[in-house]
Antibody, heavy 117, light 107 residues
Framework: QVHLVQSGAELKKPGSSVKVSCKAS?????VTWVRQAPGQGLEWMGG????????NYAQRFQGRVTISTDESTNTAYMDLRSLRSEDTAIYFC?????????????WGQGTLVTVSS | DIVLTQSPDNLSLSPGESATLSCRAS???????LGWYQQKPGQAPRLLIY???RRATGIPDRFSGSGSGTDFTLSISRLEPEDSALYYC?????????FGQGTKLEI
């Protein structure tokens, strides 16, 4: 059973960047980031397969988002740049193992990112 | 992008009844790459079904998934008040790995 703990809420100004962390208690095959704007549905942002070092981003976030991992601390990161008010959302990290691959079966608690001047 | 359209948007049923939630894809999705999630207010999504019909660990057998091609269904039998939630389908056949807009189930 993998337990994911995300970093705390962030308040950011438009044009700035945010880096959300996600510390995992166990091993995983892939890490995915999904966001949810207030009162809205789920939006897949991108994913990473650490063992291959391959990333896959939704086109609409290309150039603005970077997903990475630090194997030494078993922590994943999502870096989103050039923030705008529409990026205000809860950001979830999620991981999949080989059983449910590619569907993420373990989720973090979510990190609220608010973008406001 | 593959568009997933869920129906109905809202569903209100009584305890003990059965629910049928639909997910229709704008293009064919291999069954291996269709999943369902449950999300309760203030919580992260929880994986219910993957591969269209395989229950994730710990999911009661009241939840079942079926379908192929462009039409998929999540069925929930013997509804309990705790099943009140939003339910989302997701496809993993073509990036971006889109979600449906969700069905709100009220018991």
């Amino acid at each position: 059973q993998v337990h994911l703990v995300q970093s705390g809420a962030e308040l950011k100004k438009p044009g700035s960047s945010v880096k959300v962390s996600c510390k995992a208690s166990g091993d995983y095959h892939t890490v995915t980031w999904v966001r949810q704007a207030p009162g809205q549905g789920l939006e897949w942002m991108g994913g990473l397969i650490p063992v291959f070092g391959t990333t896959n981003y939704a086109q609409r976030f290309q150039g603005r988002v970077t997903i990475s991992t630090d194997e030494s601390t078993n922590t994943a990161y999502m870096d989103l740049r050039s923030l705008r008010s529409e990026d205000t959302a809860i950001y979830f990290c999620a991981t999949s193992g080989t059983e449910t691959y590619p569907f993420p079966g373990h989720w973090g608690q979510g990190t609220l990112v608010t973008v406001s001047s | 992008d593959i568009v997933l359209t869920q129906s109905p948007d809202n569903l209100s049923l009584s305890p003990g009844e059965s629910a049928t939630l639909s997910c229709r894809a704008s293009q064919s999705v291999s069954s291996a790459y269709l999943g369902w999630y449950q999300q309760k207010p203030g919580q992260a999504p929880r994986l219910l079904i993957y591969g269209a019909s395989r229950r994730a660990t710990g999911i009661p057998d009241r939840f079942s998934g079926s379908g192929s091609g462009t039409d998929f269904t999540l069925s929930i039998s013997r509804l309990e008040p705790e099943d009140s939630a939003l339910y989302y389908c997701q496809q993993y056949i073509s990036s971006p790995y889109t979600f449906g807009q969700g069905t709100k189930l009220e018991i």
